[in-house]
């Protein structure tokens, strides 16, 4: 399958500074990526949609100036949580859109960031 | 109604036995079925796809889908302990739009 990296895995930050979280698609273009949160116990959600070269689509109740979100190429999207805070702290996971037998549309997952806010 | 339902769980089984788990949507344009795996504390992983009526093996894998029920299901055959973790289904509606259940946790008994 499709191999996407994140980086970092890790980051401890203090309180009010800003993170930013890298996603690769490393054998693949992806026009497409996606941003995921997951607080423990609890499943996936989608916090916005990156598209390459435009801007991206946030779900209902994600703060687009929080989360910043450039999709600048082909193989790379960032995150940045500005002003980090406590309630920040959370599995942050990206995935990238790919087709398998060339037409049938998933999605990828990265081996996500888990940001803790101190 | 949630637009793609799991049973929580927890479901356990002992190791050697069929596991079943299944999952249910509410869209009837949706197209494409994704089982991925996800271990605590890890991102999910692909596993399984099914886009066509009927069931489609990998494996100790089998996904099963019926488009006028709207479900699909995944046996786990042979079930391992290191087949415990959380199942979630993901359906594709249209472009950009995959949805996720909550998940299925898994545990295989040794």
């Known amino acids: 399958g499709a191999v996407v990296s994140q980086h970092p895995s890790w980051v401890i930050c203090k309180s009010g500074t800003s993170v930013k979280i890298e996603c690769r698609s490393l054998?693949?273009?992806?026009?497409?990526m996606f941003w995921y949160r997951q607080f423990p116990k609890q499943s996936l959600m989608l916090m916005a949609t990156?598209?390459?070269?435009?801007?991206?689509?946030?779900e209902q109740g994600v703060e687009k100036d929080k989360f910043l979100i450039n999709h600048a190429s082909l193989t790379l999207s960032t995150l940045t949580v500005t002003s980090a805070h406590p309630e920040d702290s959370s599995f942050y996971i990206c995935?990238?859109?790919?087709?398998?037998?060339?037409?049938?549309?998933?999605?990828?997952f990265g081996p996500g960031t888990r940001l803790l806010v101190l | 109604q949630k637009e793609v339902e799991q049973n929580s769980g927890p479901l356990s089984v002992p190791e050697g036995a069929i596991a079943s788990l299944n999952c249910t949507y509410s869209d009837r344009v949706s197209q494409s079925f994704f089982w991925y795996r996800q271990y605590s504390g890890k991102s999910p992983e692909l596993i399984m796809s099914?886009?066509?009526?009927g069931d489609k093996e990998d494996g100790r894998f089998t996904a099963q889908l019926n488009k006028a029920s709207q479900y699909v299901s995944l046996l786990i055959r042979d079930s391992q302990p290191s087949d415990s973790a959380t199942y979630l289904c993901?359906?594709?509606?249209?472009?950009?739009?995959?949805?996720f259940g909550a998940g299925t946790r898994l545990t295989v008994k040794p």
């Open positions: 054998d693949f273009q992806a026009t497409t």
């Open positions: 990156s598209n390459e070269g435009s801007k991206a689509t946030y």
């Open positions: 099914i886009y066509s009526n």
């Open positions: 995935s990238a859109r790919a087709f398998l037998q060339g037409y049938q549309e998933t999605q990828y």
């Open positions: 993901a359906v594709t509606r249209r472009v950009n739009d995959m949805r």
